[in-house]
């Protein structure tokens, strides 16, 4: 196995990196659909609404700011990871692939801060 590919129990080698989201929420639309009474962290988000998932987001979100702001890498590294998974909880609560992100991310690539918001205002 190459150095870039990793392995779970049960699952198919990653080729990439950046597979590894694509993989988590693959995890998460599984974990979804699991019949009441099935325990898992992700089907419990799911079974308390968005308002739960959001809020989530807003905790791990300010975990990540304070993690930040103390400088420690290894802590904004484990921030952000809680961070970018909840996120994905609500790309699946929503059935929103993380591909519709990346598809943004590269509309977005090469332009400014300022062009992108600009360019935000003229299609509303």
Do not use: C, N, W
């Amino acid at each position: 196995m190459s150095s870039s590919e990793q392995s779970t129990p049960g699952a198919a080698p990653l080729k990439a990196d950046a597979d590894i989201l694509e993989a988590v929420y693959q995890i998460i639309l599984e974990r979804k659909q699991l019949v009441d009474g099935e325990k898992s962290y992700v089907k419990s988000l799911f079974d308390k609404g968005l308002d739960k998932i959001l809020s989530k987001i807003g905790e791990e979100a300010t975990e990540t700011a304070i993690a930040g702001k103390g400088g420690d890498r290894d802590e904004v590294v484990y921030e952000v990871a809680d961070l970018f998974f909840h996120v994905l909880v609500l790309l699946g609560y929503y059935d929103l692939p993380p591909e519709r992100i990346y598809a943004e991310l590269r509309r977005r690539f090469g332009l400014s801060g300022i062009e992108e918001k600009a360019s935000r205002s003229k299609e509303s």
